[in-house]
């Protein structure tokens, strides 16, 4: 079992920044693919960052591309994601979320491990 805990959300202006943090415990972090998706109300959940268990590689939604950053510490078995300007459109529940293997998928259903989720609100 992995346990996931996301933090680092809240609530900031449009072109502000904000880095979450997601926490993993209970196996060994570096054999698993570690992907950030969001969800905004009456929306389905989406791909947002992912990369790979290795940290060698790493895949974006076009809509974040060039704003988001995914990074991953394994000394601190945590995984990051950078976000500079941000939109309003940003706004959403982000989930981290990770699968044994050395590639992340786009599709949520392919993931087992899910944290709790961290709110991300940017005002216009």
């Known amino acids: 079992q992995v346990q996931l805990v996301e933090s680092g959300g809240g609530l900031v202006q449009a072109g502000g920044s904000l880095r979450l943090s997601c926490a993993a415990s209970g196996r060994t972090f570096s054999n698993y693919a570690m992907t950030w998706f969001r969800q905004a109300p009456g929306k389905e959940r989406e791909f947002v960052a992912a990369?790979?268990?290795?940290?060698?590689?790493?895949a974006y939604a076009d809509s974040v591309k060039g704003r988001f950053a995914i990074s991953t510490d394994n000394a601190k078995n945590t995984v990051y994601l950078q976000m500079n300007s941000l939109k309003a459109e940003d706004t959403a529940v982000y989930y981290c979320?990770?699968?044994?293997?050395?590639?992340?998928?786009?599709?949520?259903?392919?993931?087992?491990?899910w944290g709790q989720g961290t709110q991300v609100t940017v005002s216009s």
């Open positions: 990369i790979s268990s290795s940290g060698g590689s790493t």
């Open positions: 979320a990770g699968r044994v293997g050395y590639s992340g998928s786009t599709k949520p259903w392919e993931y087992r491990y």
